[in-house]
């Protein structure tokens, strides 16, 4: 059984706290920050696994407050089937995948975010356009939650695209990642990744994420919309630095 000190726990649960907040306030955080947080003492793998829990919990929450935002997301319903398809996909490669790969994909895809927003800062996704595309970035996500437990860069760019009010927004990450987790959790289940151990402290990070969640979503309605895009910025910035100090130790 691999076990962390208390000062390693209590990193741990800031993690998920922060992550779990941000969750609910713009729609996504906890992965992207617990995942690299977790998998500094217990290795990416591992951290994917748990994470996957508190991350399904957090989603269906969010997902059911705001469900009478459901009709508001464009071609909502293909996407969503090509997501699975690319979860299931993804789950595949988790397994094939060592720590350091792992991480290397995190790098990517989060770096593929900055670069979006950085380079199309304006773009939004509509028309045809967003007909054609979306199955395509919903496929991709779900690959990236499947092999990484990550799929915000994706998923947060493309809804983001749109242009939809916050809570719309939050609601659209949230479906969007619901089913990716959904998915994800089975399939982790199913290939013999959750074992009790991880079951367990999945399990004992539902509490926190929810109540963080819940408080997030009660601040949305107070942030302006350039508080909200700075907040997603800044925070996938200091992980993306992390990642990069993290594997960099572990090749050189």
Request: charged letters at 10%.
């Amino acid at each position: 059984m691999l076990t962390i000190g208390f000062d390693a726990l209590t990193i741990v649960l800031i993690a998920i706290a922060v992550g779990s907040y941000l969750k609910g306030a713009i729609g996504l955080g906890l992965p992207i920050i617990a995942i690299p947080t977790l998998a500094a003492f217990l290795g990416a793998q591992h951290a994917i696994v748990v994470i996957t829990l508190p991350t399904f919990f957090s989603n269906v929450w969010i997902c059911w407050r705001y469900r009478k935002m459901r009709a508001n997301i464009p071609y909502i319903k293909v996407a969503l089937f090509s997501a699975c398809l690319g979860t299931l996909a993804g789950s595949f490669i988790l397994r094939e995948l060592t720590d350091i790969a792992l991480l290397w994909l995190l790098i990517a895809w989060i770096g593929a975010y900055l670069l979006n927003m950085i380079f199309n800062p304006n773009f939004r996704l509509e028309g045809p356009a967003a007909k054609k595309v979306s199955p395509i970035f919903a496929c991709i996500a779900g690959i990236s939650q499947g092999a990484t437990g990550i799929a915000g860069p994706v998923v947060a760019t493309w809804i983001h695209s749109y242009r939809l009010e916050k809570e719309l927004y939050v609601f659209g990450v949230s479906i969007m990642f619901l089913v990716i987790a959904t998915t994800h959790l089975v399939s982790v289940a199913s290939l013999g990744l959750l074992d009790y151990e991880r079951l367990f402290q999945g399990t004992l990070a539902i509490i926190p994420t929810l109540a963080f969640t819940q408080i997030g979503m009660w601040t949305t309605r107070f942030m302006s919309p350039r508080i909200f895009n700075k907040l997603v910025i800044i925070f996938i910035i200091i992980m993306e630095i992390k990642l990069l100090i993290e594997v960099s130790g572990k090749t050189f």
